[in-house]
């Protein structure tokens, strides 16, 4: 399995501005507003390798570009590039790396160069993609707690959009987890119902409907989660987006956290009480089943999600 810093050696090529160049000559003005100001956004998501097709598939890319496009206009950067550049940007960022195996990307969109907290340009690019295998807990699950810090609420700092300012946030959380030793937190939103976790969204299933927080709960609007949503209905499990309270979490008979990282992760504990019995349930079994079907191009019916790398 490859570490971080093993993946960090193996980034030869990103693509900047629209242009490739070397990781090392990849540079951003120490002023530019994208990093004094978080004046950034981006996506993350993942290319999937299949050894029979030796096809690389990136899963959801027209998703993942549209909510770019809402994450830019929310913080009106100027001259938003078209979808179609960023995917010839992505393609050929994968293919001069020559990636043959599971591959996650970042797209990021930030004012560069000096400037106001309001300057809108000049908009910079970047596209950097690097070997990303699955993460160890997909197995066999971790532990979260409830984490003292709220959510970022929708008229402050609105979660819904992917932009890096909001991840401070997330860090708060992130790291209250890790002082206490468990693998992820919880927020809360201003309601007290469960918004999301730091980077990844939540599923509890009770009496046997899995639940999971709706868009108006303080969340990214989450393309695994929507997806899992829709491999609901594909296998008749029962899902519902609603409010969920805290307490629900105590009396999950399954849960997991999703995204693009995380895949669908079983979750075990919540604040140091089990989930059901305390191993990944069946059902999230079976949603991660038909997950990895999809994302590896062996669903039949589910191809329009996936966009080819080297046979396309
Ligand atoms: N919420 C947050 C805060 C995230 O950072 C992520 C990861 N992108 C998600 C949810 C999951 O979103 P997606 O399924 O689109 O990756």
Redesign the pocket.
């Given at each position: 399995m490859s570490t971080t810093a093993d993946s960090r050696a193996r980034i030869k090529w990103v693509t900047q501005n629209h242009s490739l160049v070397a990781y090392e000559d990849a540079k951003i003005s120490v002023m530019a507003p994208g990093l004094t100001f978080a004046a950034l956004v981006f996506?993350?998501?993942r290319a999937y390798w299949n050894p029979e097709q030796e096809e690389l598939l990136i899963f959801r890319l027209e998703?993942?570009l549209k909510?770019l496009e809402f994450s830019v206009v929310l913080l009106e950067l100027d001259d938003p590039p078209a979808t179609e550049q960023f995917t010839r940007d992505i393609l050929a960022t994968l293919k001069a790396n020559d990636f043959r195996e599971d591959t996650y990307i970042r797209l990021q969109v930030y004012v560069d160069d000096w400037g106001s907290m309001t300057a809108t340009g000049p908009v910079g690019s970047t596209v950097i993609c690097r070997p990303r295998p699955r993460v160890a807990t997909y197995q066999n699950g971790q532990s979260f707690i409830t984490s003292s810090w709220n959510r970022n609420i929708e008229n402050a700092s609105p979660?819904r959009i992917?932009a890096s300012g909001?991840?401070l946030n997330?860090r708060l959380a992130g790291l209250e987890a890790k002082r206490q030793g468990a693998g992820g937190a919880v927020l809360l939103n201003q309601d007290g119902t469960i918004a999301?976790?730091?980077?990844?969204?939540l599923f509890l299933l009770r009496d046997g409907v899995f639940l999971t927080p709706d868009v108006n709960s303080g969340?990214?609007?989450?393309?695994?989660?929507?997806?899992i949503l829709d491999i609901g209905q594909d296998l008749d499990i029962e899902m519902e987006e609603r409010p969920v309270g805290r307490t629900e979490m105590y009396l999950a008979e399954e849960a997991f956290y999703?995204?693009?990282?995380?895949e669908i992760g079983p979750v075990t504990e919540f604040d140091g009480r089990a989930v059901g019995t305390g191993e990944p349930g069946p059902v999230t079994r079976a949603l991660q089943a038909k997950f990895d079907e999809i994302v590896r191009g062996n669903s039949p019916g589910h191809e329009h999600w996936l966009t080819r790398v080297y046979n396309g």
């Open positions: 996506e993350g998501f998703d993942h909510r979660p992917k909001n991840y997330s999301e976790g730091p980077g990844g969204c969340i990214l609007e989450s393309i695994t989660r929507q997806t999703c995204g693009t990282g995380q």
